[in-house]
């Protein structure tokens, strides 16, 4: 079956620790987005990548950084730099077709990772 | 400013009635995309329905359907004959242009009584 996974579905650091959160997927997408969420609310993009190799940042990427070496992987780091680390993460993607021009396309998501830091 | 406003926190609804969340949107843009997403407790994101800015029909699907009103700039999900399973939170989500980002309302909780 198609789709996307993310792992672990939870994650303990402590304070001061690097984390990478997972994200592979079978769809064939060219596109792959990070997404936080904090309790009761929408999410936030944190960054995204259109093609292997190149990203850009989201709304909130300070203290995160991301890497696209291949086309079915798009983990995200969450560094010691990120001061409110502890959220739920949503990893997303959609295919280079529906990227150009073509808004009416929905991200598909992973089931997310919730990350605790203490 | 925001883009994406959902200003019930929390909604009630009775089995097998209909119920109406609200969503309203800012944008300059002519051609955009609205979405509406459904997230049980479990934290997946589900996709549950789309409207484009250029459609004149309102979307449906299924028990779901939008009350599209592209003057006032709202976009309104109607689940109707409510299940015990629509208790969940529901996301309103905008794309402008075909960039591929999804802006997010802040959500509503729907709860349905039995």
Redesign the interface.
């Known amino acids: 079956d198609g789709g996307i996974t993310q792992s672990p579905k939870y994650l303990f650091r402590k304070e001061g620790q690097n984390v990478t959160l997972s994200c592979e997927q079978n769809l064939n997408h060219d596109a792959m987005y990070w997404y936080r969420q904090d309790p009761g609310q929408g999410l936030r993009l944190i960054y995204y990548s259109q093609i292997v190799n190149d990203f850009q940042k989201g709304d909130i990427a300070e203290g995160y950084s991301v890497s696209r070496e291949k086309k079915e992987s798009f983990p995200l780091t969450v560094t010691s730099a990120q001061k409110n680390p502890t959220a739920f993460y949503l990893c997303a993607s959609r295919s280079i077709s529906e990227v150009l021009g073509m808004v009416h396309s929905p991200l598909h998501f992973g089931n997310g990772t919730r990350l605790t830091v203490t | 400013a925001q883009k994406?406003t959902q200003t019930q926190p929390g909604m009630f609804v009775q089995e097998k009635e209909a119920v109406t969340l609200d969503c309203t949107y800012d944008t300059s843009d002519q051609?955009?995309?609205l979405?509406w997403?459904k997230q049980p407790s479990?934290?997946?994101?589900i996709?549950l329905i789309?409207q484009?800015?250029y459609d004149e029909q309102n979307a449906t699907e299924g028990r779901y359907s939008l009350n599209f009103q592209k003057a006032r700039k709202s976009t309104n999900l109607v689940i109707s004959a409510s299940q015990l399973g629509d208790s969940a939170m529901y996301?309103c989500?905008m794309?402008?242009?075909?960039?591929?980002?999804?802006?997010?309302?802040?959500?509503t909780i729907l709860r349905v009584k039995s």
């Open positions: 994406i051609s955009y995309g979405f997403y479990s934290g997946e994101m996709f789309y484009g800015s996301f989500a794309r402008e242009g075909g960039i591929g980002k999804l802006v997010f309302g802040a959500g």
